[in-house]
T-cell receptor, first 117, second 108 residues
Framework: DADVTQTPRNRITKTGKRIMLECSQT?????MYWYRQDPGLGLRLIYY???????NKGEISDGYSVSRQAQAKFSLSLESAIPNQTALYFC????????????????FGPGTRLTVL | AQRVTQPEKLLSVFKGAPVELKCNYS??????LFWYVQYSRQRLQLLLR??SRESIKGFTADLNKGETSFHLKKPFAQEEDSAMYYC??????????FGQGTILTVHP
C-alpha cells in the first residue's frame, strides 16, 4: 500500500551513531506504530502514537525515541545505535474512526532494513 | 500479560494438500484475533480477522476460546500461498501483539 512510506529503505551505520527512520502516511489515520522484526521473534512494538499529542512506549522502547511531527509523520530515532538494533523496522497506521462492528486494521509500510556494524 | 505463540517457524506442504498454521494465545480479556500475511517482496497485510468470520483466498480461522487457539486452515494449498504468516492479538487501545511467524512453503 503506497499510502505508507518509509525512508530510508536500507541503512548501514556504525555503533554509536544517531539514526532517524521516517514514516509518512497519506491515509489520514490517527494512529501510527513502529515495530521491529527479528527472525524467530516476530514483530515487536517499539512505540505507538494515537494522535500528535499522544505517544506511548511499546514492549521494547529502550534505546529508541520517537517524534510525531504531524498526523502524517512519525519518526523513530536510535540515539546511539548498537549492533543488536540490527533489524527490519516497520511503520504501520490504523484508523481510530473504524466502522462500528469492525476493529482497526493496521496498514504497514515497506520496511527499513537497518544494519549496525 | 498477552502472548501469542506460533509453534512452527517453518511449514512445508505440497500443492493441493491441506494446510494448518497453528496459533495459540494468552489474554485475560475478550480476544480479537487476526492473521497477517507477508508475501515475497510485498508488505505485511491483513489476511483475515476472527470477528468477520470470513474466508479469504480459501483460508479460514476459527476462534476456539476453550483451547485459546486461532488456527489458520486451507483445504487445498496453492503455490501462491507461500509466505510468512503472523497471528496477532488485539489488546487494549488497538495495539497488536504478534506471534513469531510461520514461513509457509507450498511445493509444486
Amino acid at each position: 500500500d503506497a499510502d505508507v512510506t518509509q525512508t530510508p529503505r536500507n541503512r548501514i551505520t556504525k555503533t554509536g551513531k544517531r539514526i532517524m527512520l521516517e514514516c509518512s502516511q497519506t491515509k489520514g489515520h490517527d494512529r501510527m506504530y513502529w515495530y521491529r522484526q527479528d527472525p524467530g521473534l516476530g514483530l515487536r512494538l517499539i512505540y505507538y502514537s494515537f494522535d500528535v499529542k499522544d505517544i506511548n512506549k511499546g514492549e521494547i522502547s529502550d534505546g529508541y525515541s520517537v517524534s510525531r511531527q504531524a498526523q502524517a509523520k512519525f519518526s523513530l530515532s536510535l540515539e546511539s545505535a548498537i549492533p543488536n538494533q540490527t533489524a527490519l523496522y516497520f511503520c504501520a497506521t490504523s484508523d481510530l474512526r473504524s466502522k462500528a462492528g469492525t476493529t482497526d486494521t493496521q496498514y504497514f509500510g515497506p520496511g527499513t532494513r537497518l544494519t549496525v556494524l | 500479560a498477552q502472548r501469542v505463540t506460533q509453534p512452527e517457524k517453518l511449514l512445508s506442504v505440497f500443492k493441493g494438500a491441506p494446510v494448518e498454521l497453528k496459533c495459540n494465545y494468552s489474554y485475560s480479556g475478550s480476544p480479537e484475533l487476526f492473521w497477517y500475511v507477508q508475501y515475497s517482496r510485498q508488505r505485511l497485510q491483513l489476511l483475515l480477522r476472527h470477528i468477520s468470520r470470513e474466508s479469504i483466498k480459501g483460508f479460514t480461522a476459527d476462534l476456539n476460546k476453550g483451547e485459546t487457539s486461532f488456527h489458520l486452515k486451507k483445504p487445498f494449498a496453492q503455490e501462491e500461498d507461500s509466505a510468512m504468516y503472523y497471528c496477532a492479538l488485539r489488546t487494549s487501545y488497538g495495539k497488536l501483539t504478534f506471534g513469531q511467524g510461520t514461513i509457509l512453503t507450498v511445493h509444486p
